[in-house]
């Protein structure tokens, strides 16, 4: 079997959003390769709680990759150095015997601290409630073969659908921008036939949010796309700028008779 | 205990339509004095809460984790069955129904599957609609395959990603109705507690995991859609925080349980490499269209590479036993076949617990470039687990605990023996008897959430008062808070020296060990003595460190323990007075000459329904007897 | 209000007009960088006269003061002033956004995707400005020029790089130039949505080759006035 090794973590502690943290080191003993890297938390943590220290708190929760709630940096790198891998799917081989790790909270204005790693990113469900669906409520729609999608769109759609809303785009750039999550939910539906009729509401709305919530700007540095686990393109950035261009130039002032049904 | 399981009369195809016009509508003006409470953010939980929200109901609707689209609905791969008989390969909203019943091993009820059926073409349009990309062909269609044992393409998918852009779906549709302030979204929140008053389900007790308050809050109607129970075996692809609490807990507040021993263990998951393993994952079930199963013939061949052994000493056991569905058997006798051939010693793998699924003939066949488009990224998430590239060397794969059957029990409008308190998707027992057929999970949690709990709450809705819940000091409620509160704080002072984890690991082997893919009657009962003393030890023993009043995981996972340990019992009960074998559920004393399993018609065509007694009290096992009227009970057969 | 407790914005949020949003700011930055380097490379052609000898390149300078009776060249100038002033504005005010979107920094973040051109636009950028308030001082009003004659462009233009500091200021901020330019041509195409797949890599291209003419060209000036080659 392939060695173990031991490693140092330099792990950012915060008791809760109140109060201020400080990185802590812990050894991690005989690792094995084999360990995914939470497991390997998982091991740091049983021993803590053995000599009576509070675990380290850290988001996980499918552990295979798509629910999005693993979240750390890891040396300097959100989910790690493996491309496209999320921390829960990154394994020990990917380090080595004697390396020393540090361990950081995505941080961004938009994704308070709520304890050591773990942060709060309910912003992006507030995002995605300002304008990120298509309005079609439960009922008796048309049949789904009634409106023929193109190959090449679907694709494209689905690759922007592939995004599992983690945060590594907001935790990777410089600006804290959330612009990769924001674009890919805009390329999603507005590449659909379904999504045109709110098309330009949706790109102004989500905008309008993604700002309130004090998400920087995007500066087009590509560290989003290159920390992607799921290979979100920035493509879909100059899409929703396309968009919103589009939808600024076209935009009625609402005249206060619109919503009323009589 | 009464129950009855209100299946409308009349011809089996007429039953849903006739019953959603018996059934009573609420005043469009009073919509709004209704509140719901939706406990989960699945495909079941997150459309139920959205499409009521819809109709006008106030929603509460709350999930653990930080975001109702990180349900573990998400991590489906397959796809999702419907009749739309696109294909045109004879395919219908009968045939559907036909083998959702007999891929259940005849132990589900025929109306509930009925119906299933009827709406899956429905959810199809409703998730196109909502802006799911499933994968579709040139000319512009949605295209199919087929999945799971079926012998038609009526399974609709989006890449390997099926579940995660249903749940997509489901959650915008959720955040919209967030949006216009019709559903209060509640993250981080667990149910502990069920609150029933006047044994009526008027609210939940929940822990605001952040801050760790406990909260209550009252509505005229609970659902949970909480999911399924799997993780009671530690190891299994469920999501870390999957639990039973929220059904377990309803359960002890008097809402039966139906057939808990039902468990779908999956044929094609990456084996366990150490004690470090923390969960286990799936690799989809589609990989059997193109992958053959085999392990080596001799056991001195199993240290081999597997390019060194020959082909004719090599065993495709599905093939040999089942000719006419091979390597597309389903779930549940792929993955006995599978503990069978590694029981006799020839499995392989450092842990001698794997068999080998090989794509060197389809790669032959197909071309590497088509293998890759489709199972790509499936490929490579099994060589970033295990280091193995699945182009050169066949994948190692294992079976492992995947899905509940079993759940509480509901009649046919999803309301439990509790009035006021409904169940929807896997949480419930209602749709796939023993066995669950593969891409139908994902149905039955949207016709659950979008067309049938919309219905039938309306319905019960209609039939309470507006305005009659309970206030926050009314003693049910208080006494509830305070038995979550004294709970937790319990958990907290026992202070002892080991871990939840410890528990859940211990809980975990006893469970697969005796529990699990075969059972037997001394295992079964070996289980019931190891667990009540796992139990007790766990509660002078178990150390949960740091306060209640904060982020506290380890809080969190000794609650959830804690129900495990009561549930795992009744799950070793169920199994052992199930005198039969149905579908997931194996006893070795009941099997064929060739090893297969052997149903008990006469005496166990019934669901079991358990009551809960109280506290140091044997649960009683009640029975709803089931009728097959349109399809006639055979032995399953897929040789 | 923390973050977390903030509402859904919704329609009033939708009030918030083109210039507050971050993406309506970087779109003003977008389209006055285009009509800044649109100048750049104008100025870059306009100078190669410089080649030319005395005569022809006093004739391009009169020619610039004179035309549309003088008018001309104050047109062109106020819209430079305020392309400027507009990029600067929404520079500064992107920058403040994106400081505070991450009020605590990382201890080790490693830099993957991004580029040095990327990582130093405000750098750049600051360091043109000045440039720019020098250049102007220097060749136009002649306020810090050795021997300043306003009737002769062209020996301002020597004499101005015969003095080796400024020729190596100038250089330096050819630089900057060119590293801003090189992410800004590209940026501006992503900022405005002009990308498609089928022509990513002209993007890149046109970025790198308009860069390449532009600073490649600019800083033979100084070095041609140094080595006498313009004398």
Redesign the interface.
């Known amino acids: 079997?392939s060695k173990h090794m031991n490693l140092t973590l330099?792990v950012w502690r915060q008791?809760?959003?109140k109060c201020d943290g400080k990185?802590v080191e812990y050894p991690a003993a005989n690792i094995?390769p084999?360990?995914?890297f939470?497991?390997?938390l998982?091991?740091v943590n049983?021993g803590l709680?053995?000599k009576?220290?509070?675990?380290i708190?850290f988001?996980?929760?499918?552990?295979?990759?798509?629910?999005?709630?693993c979240s750390m940096?890891i040396?300097?790198?959100p989910h790690g150095p493996?491309e496209r891998?999320t921390t829960c799917?990154l394994?020990m081989?990917s380090f080595k015997d004697g390396d020393s790790i540090?361990l950081?909270p995505w941080?961004?204005?938009?994704f308070?601290v709520?304890?050591d790693l773990?942060v709060?990113?309910?912003?992006?469900?507030?995002i995605?409630?300002?304008?990120?669906?298509?309005?079609?409520?439960?009922?008796?729609?048309?049949?789904?073969?009634a409106?023929?999608?193109?190959?090449e769109n679907?694709?494209l759609?689905?690759d922007a659908?592939?995004c599992?809303?983690c945060g590594a785009c907001v935790a990777?750039c410089?600006?804290?921008?959330a612009?990769l999550f924001v674009s890919a939910k805009i390329s999603?539906?507005g590449l659909?036939p379904?999504?045109q009729p709110e098309r330009h509401?949706r790109v102004?709305?989500m905008?309008?949010?993604?700002?309130?919530?004090?998400?920087?700007?995007?500066?087009?540095?590509?560290?989003?796309?290159?920390?992607c686990p799921k290979g979100i393109k920035?493509?879909n950035?100059?899409?929703?700028?396309?968009?919103?261009?589009k939808a600024?130039l076209t935009y009625r002032p609402?005249t206060g008779g619109g919503g009323g049904v009589g | 205990m009464e129950f009855n399981a209100r299946i409308p009369d009349g011809p089996i195809e007429k039953k849903w339509e006739k019953h959603k016009f018996e059934m009573k509508l609420v005043n469009p003006a009073n919509k709004r004095k209704y509140r719901v409470i939706m406990v989960g953010s699945g495909l079941a939980g997150g459309a139920g809460a959205a499409s009521l929200a819809e109709l006008g109901y106030n929603v509460d609707c709350f999930c653990y984790q930080d975001s109702p689209r990180r349900a573990h609905s998400i991590a489906a791969q397959g796809g999702i069955n419907a009749a739309k008989n696109y294909r045109n390969d004879g395919d219908s909203v009968f045939r559907l129904f036909y083998d959702t019943v007999k891929g259940g091993d005849f132990r589900a009820r025929e109306a509930n599957v009925y119906r299933l059926a009827e709406v899956s073409a429905d959810i199809i349009d409703q998730c196109v609609a909502n802006g799911v990309p499933f994968a579709r062909e040139y000319g512009g269609l949605l295209d199919n395959r087929s999945f799971g044992g079926a012998q038609v393409s009526r399974t609709f998918y989006a890449r390997g990603q099926t579940g995660q852009q249903l749940l997509i779906g489901a959650y915008q549709a959720l955040e919209r109705q967030v949006g216009l302030g019709t559903v209060t979204m509640h993250s981080r929140h667990e149910m502990l507690e069920l609150i029933v008053v006047d044994g009526v389900a008027k609210g939940i007790v929940a822990r605001d995991m952040v801050t760790g308050k406990i909260e209550t809050h009252l509505a005229d109607a609970v659902i949970l859609a909480t999911g399924g129970y799997g993780n009671v075996f530690y190891l299994s692809t469920n999501a870390m925080g999957c639990n039973g609490t929220a059904i377990w807990r309803a359960h002890k507040k008097g809402a039966a349980f139906g057939n808990p021993c039902f468990t779908q263990i999956h044929p094609t998951c990456i084996p366990v490499t150490g004690d470090h393993q923390s969960k286990l994952t799936l690799m989809s079930e589609s990989l059997r269209n193109d992958g053959r199963v085999w392990v080596p013939k001799k056991k001195e061949d199993c240290a081999k590479h597997p390019k060194d052994i020959k082909e004719e000493d090599r065993d495709y056991y599905l093939e040999r036993k089942y000719p006419s569905f091979g390597n597309l058997c389903p779930r549940d006798i792929a993955s006995r076949a599978a503990k069978q051939v590694c029981d006799e010693g020839r499995g392989v793998g450092a842990s001698g617990r794997g068999v080998y699924l090989d794509f060197s003939d389809a790669i032959q066949r197909l071309g590497k470039a088509k293998v890759e488009e489709k199972y790509g990224n499936l490929f490579e998430m099994y060589e970033r687990i295990t280091d193995d590239n699945p182009y050169e060397v066949p994948m190692r794969i294992y079976p492992a605990v995947h899905y509940t059957m079993g759940g509480l029990w509901v009649d046919y409008n999803l309301q439990s023996t509790i009035p006021g308190l409904f169940v929807g998707g896997e949480a419930n027992f209602s749709d796939h008897g023993a066995n669950r057929l593969g891409a139908s999970a994902l149905m039955q949690g949207l016709a659950d959430g979008y067309f049938v709990l919309p219905a039938t709450v309306s319905n019960y809705l209609a039939g309470i008062k507006p305005g009659t819940r309970p206030t926050a000091d009314h003693p049910a409620v208080k006494e509830a808070e305070a038995n979550v509160k004294a709970r937790m704080e319990k958990l907290l002072s026992i202070k002892g020296t080991k871990s939840p984890t410890h528990f859940h690991r211990e809980l975990g082997k006893i469970m697969w060990e005796y529990c699990g893919m075969a059972r037997n009657e001394a295992g079964l009962k070996k289980a019931l003595e190891l667990i009540p003393k796992l139990r007790e030890e766990f509660w002078k023993d178990v150390r949960v460190l740091g306060e209640g009043e904060s982020l506290n995981q380890s809080l969190e996972l000794a609650a959830r323990v804690a129900d495990f340990l009561e549930l795992g019992e009744l799950m070793c009960l169920d199994a052992l007075q199930r005198r039969e074998s149905c579908g997931g559920h194996f006893r070795e004393e009941f099997q064929t000459e060739e090893g297969e399993a052997l149903r008990d018609d006469e005496n166990f065509c019934h669901v079991a329904v358990w009551e809960y007694k109280g506290e140091g009290q044997a649960p009683e096992r009640h029975i709803e007897p089931l009728a097959f009227e349109n399809v006639h009970l055979a032995t399953r057969s897929y040789k | 209000m923390s973050v977390a407790e903030q509402s859904i914005a919704g329609a009033e949020a939708r009030g918030h007009g083109f210039l507050a949003s971050s993406v309506g700011r970087k779109v003003v930055m977008a389209v006055t960088g285009i009509v800044l380097f649109g100048f750049v490379t104008v100025h870059m052609i306009g100078n190669t006269q410089a080649y030319m000898g005395a005569e022809h390149f006093n004739a391009y300078a009169h020619f610039l003061k004179t035309m549309l009776h003088g008018g001309g060249i104050w047109i062109f100038r106020s819209i430079l002033l305020t392309a400027a002033g507009l990029h600067v504005w929404a520079a500064v005010t992107l920058t403040l956004d994106n400081r505070a979107a991450r009020p605590v920094g990382y201890r080790a973040q490693q830099n993957v995707g991004s580029t040095f051109a990327s990582r130093t636009m405000r750098w750049s950028g600051t360091i043109l400005a000045v440039f720019i308030v020098y250049h102007l001082l220097h060749f136009t009003t002649g306020t810090v020029h050795p021997n300043f004659d306003p009737a002769n462009p062209y020996a301002n233009f020597v004499n101005g790089f015969k003095v080796p500091a400024a020729a190596g200021f100038y250089i330096v901020a050819q630089l900057c130039l060119g590293l801003h330019m090189w992410h800004g041509v590209w940026s501006c195409t992503q900022s405005l949505g002009l990308s498609h797949p089928r022509y990513d890599s002209l993007r890149r291209g046109f970025a790198t080759g308009l860069t390449l003419l532009v600073v490649g060209v600019n800083i033979t000036y100084p070095i041609a006035v140094l080595a006498g080659i313009i004398h």
Request: hydrophobic share 35%; glycine share 8%; net charge negative.
């Open positions: 079997m330099h008791k809760n959003a990185f094995s084999d360990m995914s939470l497991e390997m998982d091991v049983e709680i053995e009576g220290e509070e675990p708190e988001d996980h929760d499918c552990r295979e990759g798509i629910c999005g709630t940096v040396n300097g790198r493996r891998t799917q394994h081989r540090t950081e941080r961004a204005e938009g308070p709520l304890r773990t709060d990113r309910s912003s992006f469900d507030r995605i409630a300002a304008g990120g669906f298509i309005t079609a409520p439960a009922g008796t729609p048309q049949d789904a073969n409106l023929p999608i193109p190959k679907a694709d759609s689905m659908a592939a599992i809303g990777a410089p600006n804290a921008s612009m999603h539906l659909l379904q999504g509401i102004r709305d905008i309008a949010q993604m700002d309130a919530e004090q998400f920087g700007t995007c500066t087009n540095h590509g560290e989003c796309e290159a920390a920035m493509e950035i100059a899409r929703m700028n396309r968009d919103f261009i600024s609402a």
